[in-house]
């Protein structure tokens, strides 16, 4: 099988090539705009794997009350999606050029079992119209680069959308030194992950569906942290305000 292919090194070629970064200019400049036209909506999304199914029901519902720090938004948030689309510009153009059978959208509008998605890449046969590879660019500030359950769970779901057996993470650390590796890749067979993406699916619209605020489930103890869902009782976000006695779960129904 031909992908995937080794995103270190293809990178580092599309790199040193004039014409293949002018090229992922040109690209980079369309995905600013689609990474930074922000939506309102009321369903979920496939990017909402792994997120705790309360945090996902009040967001859906307008209930999130605690504003990120700027510092957050820009490094994170904002520094993620602008590094991530780069990556993809850089690769998109490798691939094309060095195998002109494939083609490779970045941000492609996807959908499975009802819930929708855009993918930050993958590659189709073009002219079978199969996909062949997804891949997601990830950052991260806080660690040695290593991939999570949620990320795999993430790609795979993308990856079984477009119906592609192969799915990868690409993951940057750019706060790592010496023996922590800055960069991982890590491959799966979507086969394999497709039990796991079912149930996560399914998780994700009883959530998003609940006629009443479904208990927290968080699989990390950052999500209580970083939660912008001041009613739940267990929010641990240091910027949550001070609201006096915690809201209960028949407020939050009404509200
Ligand atoms: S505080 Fe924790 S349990 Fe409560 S909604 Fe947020 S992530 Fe879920």
Known sequence: MMFPIDIADALDRANRDHTIRLKARANLVGLVKALFDHQDRDEPHISDTGRCARELWADLRDLHDIEPDFKTQLTRFDGGHLMGAWEAS??????EAEYPAYTVYCEKELEIDGVVGRTDFIVYHTATAKAVWAVDFKLTWFSKAEEKDNQRLQVSTYAA??????????????????????????????????????????????????????????????????????????NRNPRKPEYGAPITEETVVVL
């Open 90 to 95: 850089l690769l998109k153009e490798f691939i």
């Open 161 to 234: 959308a477009a119906g592609a057996p192969v799915a990868s993470i690409f993951l940057i650390a750019p706060s790592a030194y010496g023996a922590k590796p800055w960069y991982l890749q890590s491959d799966y067979s979507v086969a394999d992950e497709m039990a796991s993406v079912e149930r996560e699916l399914r998780r994700i619209k009883a959530a998003a569906f609940s006629e009443t605020m479904p208990d927290g489930d968080p699989q990390e103890s950052w999500r209580c942290t970083t939660c912008a869902f001041s009613a739940c009782d267990r």
